[in-house]
């Protein structure tokens, strides 16, 4: 096959995660530059609705890789699958987006092909015939241009919030779903799963929120969480915070949002009492819409910010929870 990009995309439990349409995204997007031929491919069992979901926007053909061991998933099911489908088609380029699956999976998928994973993109340049990928480094300080060199296939994943899901194109027609051949045996699966830790009792998954009330040292004391608990019930969002506020145990580890927690892309992010260290900035830059509120107007966050109140959350939030009642009658 001639230049061809193949995306992985990922569901669970019959869902598909909003990142793999944010990765179609970007393999629109390289496919048009490069005049390339672009491929989806879809692993698990019981899925071919999600596959004929898939196979409606802008691609060439869609890969149904299906079999009773990919359910529930293991790695070593995956790349036992996956390897064979790539080695059938022969891309130049496949990505996946950067999720806790992808994590697990793809390094040892990538390694297979003696090949090595460029993990977490942000971004894409052309230079000519060759692309470019964007990385953050030293906790999003600084970017590094990488550019994969030797024989394809070269292997891609893209954070969460580094394309806009909303942007996936429609195909002018369905594109076919193909049924891939491979061979897998349960001999081949060492691993046995556990329960996912994304499943775990009060854990949250935070990327899939599309609205985001989140909290920082501005909120002064733990018995001050019920008001912002309030706010984000009113807007039907989740609760989050920054670092400090999930150190001093106010929050769960899995509410934080930054360089060592979850990186979200909602369309509102609602930063309350929130400076803006670039450890949490690096974490929620990714939404569409942020609005920040701070008593402080030299405060980091106002740079990212798309909306920004200067003033005391104590005073802001009460009026935004009255207003939030008034519209939709309490």
């Not at 149904?64 to 293991?74: A, G, I, K, Q, R």
Request: glycine share 8%; proline share 5%.
């Amino acid at each position: 096959m001639a230049d061809a990009i193949l995306v992985i995309a990922e569901q669970r439990q019959g869902q598909l995660n909003r990142q793999s349409w944010e990765t179609l995204v970007a393999a629109q997007q390289l496919a048009a530059g490069r005049s390339a031929r672009l491929a989806v491919a879809l692993a698990g069992k019981g899925i071919a609705g999600l596959a004929d979901e898939l196979a409606a926007k802008q691609m060439d053909e869609c890969w149904l890789v299906e079999h009773d061991l990919l359910e529930p998933y293991t790695p070593d099911g995956f790349c036992a699958a996956l390897r064979q489908l790539i080695e059938k088609l022969q891309p130049t380029l496949v990505l996946f987006p950067h999720s806790y699956q992808v994590r697990d999976f793809a390094p040892k998928l990538a390694t297979g092909f003696k090949r090595s994973l460029i993990s977490d993109c942000v971004g894409l340049q052309a230079d000519g015939a060759k692309t470019i990928f964007v990385r953050q480094m030293f906790q999003g300080k600084t970017n590094a241009d990488v550019v994969p060199v030797g024989d394809p296939p070269h292997f891609v994943s893209f954070q969460a919030g580094a394309f806009r899901a909303d942007q996936v194109k429609e195909g002018a027609k369905k594109a076919e779903v193909k049924k891939a051949e491979f061979q897998l045996e349960a001999a081949q699966i060492r691993s046995r799963p556990e329960e996912p830790f994304r499943e775990a009792k009060q854990a949250v998954d935070l990327t899939q929120a599309e609205i985001i009330v989140a909290v920082g040292r501005g909120i002064k004391k733990p018995e001050n969480l019920d008001m912002v608990r309030k706010l984000a019930e009113k807007l039907g969002g989740e609760l989050a915070a920054s670092r400090p506020v999930c150190d001093e145990g106010w929050l769960p580890m899995e509410r934080q949002v930054g360089s060592s927690g979850q990186t979200v892309a909602p369309k509102l992010y609602l930063a309350l009492g929130i400076s803006g260290a670039i450890q949490h900035v690096v974490g929620m830059k990714g939404a569409r819409t942020i609005v920040a509120i701070n008593k402080d107007k030299n405060a980091p966050i106002f740079e990212v910010a798309d909306y920004g109140i200067v003033g005391d959350l104590f005073e802001v939030v009460p009026a935004l929870i009255e207003e939030l009642e008034k519209t939709k009658g309490g």
